[in-house]
């Protein structure tokens, strides 16, 4: 199996400010590699996909990149609306095999 | 705009099976992928199964065995049936359409916490 490790596992910050989360891939999966958000209580919501493909309706403030086994999703400038967890996924193997990472929580400081 | 709405029963008797259903609005039911997906509590996601509108199913792996995905086209519908449920079982979950564009998930259905209790 192919094991997704995120890191932080939490993070704190301001509004305004600018973060980054990583991802990484126990093996090279190219740019199959998506991010999701869930806030308390939702489901998952896709933010990107091809790794950095920013999902239609996303605001531009978040952008993601890498290829092989190393992944970041940032947010440029954090609105109060982006404290949630973030979970990145990869879909390079078969449907039996995606996995996703532990998740990052992003709380207000 | 595609939404999925899900139901069934959120708490199972230890040995039981777990039955959930998922209604497809809007879009093209024939088109795409339908996935089931769950969070136990403290716990990373994952991936149950998937079917497709001709009935083709995948299933995880250590799941399989207790794993049935089901369809019916006529009512935009796909349902997920677990055998043999224990408190590991436990959990949030999720149905899912994973694009065929691009392999990830979107949209989510709302989430059903299933608690495996006698």
């Known amino acids: 199996d192919i094991q997704m490790t995120q890191s932080p596992s939490s993070l704190s910050a301001s509004v305004g400010d600018r973060v980054t989360i990583t991802c990484r891939a126990s093996q090279r999966i190219s740019n199959y590699l998506n991010w999701y958000q869930q806030k308390p209580g939702r489901a998952p919501t896709l933010l990107i996909y091809a790794a950095s493909s920013l999902q239609s309706g996303v605001p531009s403030r978040f952008s993601g990149s890498g290829s092989g086994t190393e992944f970041t999703l940032t947010i440029s400038s954090l609105q109060p609306e982006d404290f949630a967890t973030y979970y990145c996924q990869q879909s390079y193997s078969s449907p039996q095999e995606y996995t996703f990472g532990h998740g990052t929580k992003l709380e207000i400081k | 705009q595609v939404q999925l709405q899900q139901w069934g029963a959120g708490l199972v008797k230890p040995s039981e099976t777990l039955s959930l259903t998922c209604a497809v609005y809007g879009g093209s039911f024939r088109a795409d992928y339908w996935s089931w997906i769950r969070q136990p509590p403290g716990k990373r996601l994952e991936w149950i199964g998937e079917i497709s509108q001709n009935g083709s199913t995948k299933y995880n792996p250590s799941l399989k065995s207790r794993v049935t995905i089901s369809v019916d086209t006529s009512k935009n519908h796909f349902s997920l049936n677990l055998t043999s449920m224990t408190a590991a079982d436990t959990a949030v979950y999720y149905c899912?359409?994973?694009?065929?564009?691009?392999?990830?998930?979107?949209?989510w259905g709302q989430g059903t916490l299933v608690t495996v209790s006698s």
């Open positions: 899912a359409r994973e694009r065929t564009q691009w392999p990830s998930f979107d949209p």
